[in-house]
């Protein structure tokens, strides 16, 4: 492992020179031979492993060295086509530098892929709002790789080096959010049907409408009356947390993995903390969800894209952010919720 990050250490170096990080082998132009990947760590074994499996993935390794490098003053005038950061450990510094380079991902169309601890992630996922960054949580050599699979999917490339499994389990993962999002969105146009918009104008029997002026000389036929649409309340959140420890204790029976549903414990914890006013930040989320946080980000931000959930920043503290639902998914977990009625308590 020394050999190769002796092989792929070039120190912090000059971007522009000719360690590959110039522009015109972005992702976009299907060239995988050009694509340049910077790799940024403080462990040197792990550049090594990283460089390794980069160079494996078909990626240019243009530069590897220490987290020290993104405290350097000014921003780096072109960024390759994928940045790899490890910091478990991370200081203001490092997350002011990490930050910025998470604004630079974004203007040059960069991607950036950013490896952390559990006690690390807050802050680390409040300072990455631009550029989509993938965050990985004390990842494995597996859970790397299967990143880089990612980057390479997102850009239409073909993603050989993943194996058969690991590929289906990312089309899972995206199959699965997605029937959950149309399943919200059917049950909320069904109820939108019943009560079509928030405001409507009624027209039922014993309500005077304007064909029943006559038969009401208090109202008006001048107008109609305007009334709000009923819409049903999220539930007690005693009644959802309840539900949660039912589905909690499920796993001192049985393993964990043969009930494992984040997505749902996910939406059930959201819809609690919304009823409590709690906020929810991502580590506490990823505890909820039952599975390791690296997976627990990945549905995460597929739910984020299938407008289920989304991110709030802290108005207090810039380098905090939290998860909320949208009031997409919250609608749709009350009308839910509404439609079992008292047998929700009888769910596990």
């Not at 990080?21 to 050009?34: C, D, E, K, Q």
């Not at 991607?111 to 300072?127: A, K, N, Q, R, Y």
């Not at 007690?236 to 997505?263: H, N, S, T």
Request: charged content about 25%; glycine content about 8%.
């Amino acid at each position: 492992m020394g050999q190769a990050a002796s092989q792929y250490d070039y120190g912090c170096g000059d971007p522009g020179s000719g360690q590959g990080l110039g522009s015109g082998h972005g992702f976009g132009s299907g060239n995988r031979a050009g694509m340049a990947v910077s790799i940024y760590a403080d462990r040197g074994y792990l550049r090594a492993e990283m460089a390794e499996d980069a160079a494996a993935a078909g990626l240019r390794v243009a530069q590897t060295t220490d987290l020290a490098c993104l405290l350097e003053p000014g921003d780096p005038p072109v960024l390759p086509d994928l940045v790899l950061v490890d910091c478990p450990v991370i200081d203001g510094a490092e997350l002011a530098a990490l930050a910025r380079l998470d604004q630079r991902a974004s203007q040059m169309g960069s991607h950036l892929v950013v490896s952390t601890s559990m006690g690390s992630l807050d802050e680390v996922f409040g300072c990455l709002d631009h550029a989509d960054a993938q965050i990985l949580v004390t990842p494995s050599r597996a859970d790397r790789v299967i990143a880089l699979g990612r980057v390479l999917a997102r850009t239409g490339n073909r993603v050989r080096e993943l194996s058969e499994e690991d590929r289906l389990s990312l089309l899972r993962l995206t199959d699965q959010v997605s029937q959950i999002a149309h399943k919200l969105e059917q049950l909320s146009s069904h109820s939108a049907s019943e009560t079509p918009g928030v405001f409507r104008f009624e027209n039922q029997p014993g309500y005077p409408g304007k064909s029943d002026a006559k038969l009401d000389p208090q109202f008006d036929g001048g107008s109609d009356r305007l009334v709000r649409a009923s819409r049903p309340p999220l539930p007690d959140p005693r009644l959802v947390r309840k539900i949660i420890r039912q589905r909690q204790l499920r796993a001192r029976f049985f393993e964990g993995d043969l009930f494992a549903d984040p997505a749902w414990d996910m939406l059930l914890d959201l819809t609690a903390a919304r009823v409590e006013h709690v906020r929810v930040s991502v580590t506490s989320l990823c505890i909820a969800s039952g599975v390791p946080p690296t997976t627990a980000l990945r549905w995460i931000g597929q739910m984020t894209d299938a407008g289920l959930l989304q991110r709030v920043d802290d108005e207090t503290d810039r380098r905090r952010a939290f998860i909320t639902l949208t009031d997409k998914a919250a609608d749709a977990m009350a009308r839910y919720f509404a439609e079992l009625g008292t047998s929700a308590s009888s769910l596990v």
